[in-house]
Structures are given as structure tokens and as C-alpha cells.
């Protein structure tokens, strides 16, 4: 026997439904047409300043600009190399942001892991001292680090840059690791101890490899930091052949073409060299940065 009331009933079950999926297909589509326009907008920057290091100097200075370039100079990158010793610039700021992250990396995840792992009298003063240090502003202590190095012969030299991230990472990155060694089981610790494994190597052989995503995100962040500092540089450094490539770009700015012109097509050509590498450096590592900074349980 049929049941026309039930029919009904699914039918009208049926339709709401339907109803629902066509209120989120069209969310959906909402939410992703505003975040491809947010993206463009965030991006024009970026492609304003490509465009132009193909562009002529004569190009660069019409108005209204134009969008592309007429003709692309792919030799603005040459006289780039040409006219600084962008190489060399290059050079030392690979040298101090590989150095500073490797530093901060091994530093930092030794004191989180004590600070995990271990009991010991005024072990959570301690790190809320740590975190402390997150208030206070980096002019806060430049006087004082100046004059530190100034007495041991290190002005005009790449060891303030990168020195200091030996002496435990920053309390951000103390922090950041030490959140996700708490995620991990201890039962890996009890193990390890079973089998005759010493607390370093507990750290060395088994958390540590653990932690990639965490210090995957902690590398990506010191190197764009890193390859973006510009008041360490600036205050450290004298001559042109320390540079980094962030204090090179600023000299840069000084030289000038025929007329007292500013050659801003190669000053625009320089600044995406600088940039690429960074770009790449998180495209690269950009899952395990979402990653670690997930797990950690930081997230907004």
C-alpha cells in the first residue's frame, strides 16, 4: 500500500536539501572568487615591479605607465651585475641566513626540549621569562649589542649577523618548538630509556627527526628574515664589499644614469633578484610551514 504522506515527506526532505547544496556551491564560489581577487590585488605589487625591470628607463618614467613592457629587456639583469657586485652581495647574504638558521635551529630546539622534557626547579619561571623577551623591541637592546661587539672587533664584519642565533634562536622559536615537543608522546621517551638511550640522544635520534614540520617552518622564517634584514646590516656593516644583498639594494638607490636620472628599471631588476629567492625558499617548504605551524597549536 502506498503512503502518500511519507512520498511527500521525502520529497519536501528532497528539495531542502538540494536547496542547502545550492546556498554552499554558492558560498563556495563567493568565497573563492574573493580570495582570487584579494590574491591579484596582493600580487599587482609584485607584477608592477616585474613588469618594469623589463622596461626601458624611458618606459619606466611615461605616464600613463604601461602594463607591459614594449619590448622586454632581459639585459637590465646583466647591467644589473655589471654595474654592483651583486654577487657578492649574494654571497654574504646566503652565508648569514644559512648560518643564522642552522644556528637558531639546533640552539632552539635544545632549550624547548629542556624546557618539554625536563623537571628542574624554576624551569616555567625561566620560560616565562623567555617569552618575556617577546615585548621587548629590538632598538631596545641594539645599544648595548653595539657596544659588545664594537669591544671584541666585530663591527665591519657578517659575526653579529649570524652569531647570535647560536645563543638559543629567539624566544619565538624556543616557543614554537617547544609546543610541538609536547605533542609528542612520552612513551617514545620511557622507550628510548628502556633501550639504553641517554637524554641527548633521545633528542638527537628520535624527537628531533620528529619535528620537521615545526623546523621546516622555523627555517623558512629565519631565512626570509634573515635575507630581509636590513637595521642589522646597516648598523654592522661599512664597506660595500660585507654588504648584504638587503643593504646593497639601499646603495643602489645612489647610482644614477645620464642626466641625473635614477635608473629605477635596474634598481627594479635588482629588487626582484632579491626577492626570488625568498619566493622560492617558501614555495618550496610552504606544506611543512602550514604543517608546523598546525601541529604546534598556534594556530589563529
Known amino acids: 500500500m502506498i503512503d502518500p504522506g511519507g512520498t511527500a515527506l521525502r520529497s519536501d526532505r528532497l528539495a531542502v536539501a538540494r536547496?542547502?547544496?545550492?546556498?554552499?556551491?554558492?558560498?563556495?564560489l563567493v568565497f573563492y572568487v574573493g580570495a582570487s581577487a584579494l590574491g591579484i590585488v596582493f600580487m599587482f605589487p609584485f607584477f608592477w615591479g616585474l613588469s618594469n625591470s623589463f622596461k626601458t628607463l624611458s618606459e619606466v618614467n611615461?605616464?600613463?605607465?604601461?602594463l607591459l613592457p614594449a619590448v622586454p629587456q632581459i639585459s637590465n639583469y646583466a647591467r644589473v651585475l655589471e654595474m654592483v657586485p651583486y654577487d657578492l652581495w649574494f654571497r654574504n647574504s646566503l652565508f648569514v641566513v644559512l648560518a643564522s638558521t642552522v644556528g637558531a635551529l639546533l640552539s632552539s630546539s635544545l632549550v624547548a626540549y629542556s624546557f618539554a622534557r625536563f623537571r628542574?626547579?624554576?624551569?616555567?619561571?625561566?620560560?616565562?621569562v623567555t617569552l618575556g623577551t617577546l615585548m621587548l623591541p629590538v632598538q631596545v637592546t641594539l645599544i648595548p649589542q653595539f657596544i659588545l661587539f664594537n669591544s671584541i672587533g666585530w663591527l665591519n664584519t657578517l659575526f653579529p649577523l649570524w652569531v647570535p642565533a647560536w645563543f638559543g634562536g629567539g624566544a619565538f622559536s624556543i616557543f614554537l618548538l617547544r609546543?610541538?615537543?609536547m605533542t609528542l608522546p612520552r612513551d617514545l621517551d620511557e622507550a628510548a630509556i628502556a633501550d639504553g638511550a641517554n637524554p641527548f640522544q633521545i633528542y638527537w635520534s628520535i624527537l628531533l627527526p620528529l619535528c620537521k614540520p615545526a623546523l621546516s617552518a622555523l627555517a623558512i622564517l629565519w631565512f626570509i628574515g634573515g635575507w630581509n634584514?636590513?637595521?642589522?646590516?646597516?648598523?654592522?656593516l661599512n664597506t660595500p664589499d660585507k654588504f648584504t644583498v638587503a643593504i646593497g639594494l639601499s646603495s643602489f638607490r645612489k647610482v644614477w644614469g645620464p642626466g641625473g636620472q635614477p635608473l629605477e628599471h635596474l634598481l627594479m631588476a635588482a629588487s626582484v633578484m632579491a626577492i626570488a629567492p625568498c619566493i622560492a625558499v617558501?614555495?618550496?617548504g610552504q606544506r611543512y610551514f602550514v604543517q608546523g605551524i598546525v601541529l604546534s597549536g598556534i594556530k589563529g
Do not use: E, K, N
Open 19 to 28: 536547496a542547502r547544496s545550492v546556498r554552499l556551491d554558492v558560498a563556495t
Open 62 to 66: 611615461t605616464f600613463p605607465p604601461a
Open 120 to 128: 628542574y626547579r624554576g624551569r616555567d619561571l625561566t620560560f616565562v
Open 179 to 181: 609546543q610541538f615537543f
Open 229 to 236: 634584514d636590513f637595521l642589522g646590516p646597516i648598523i654592522y
Open 282 to 284: 617558501f614555495l618550496a
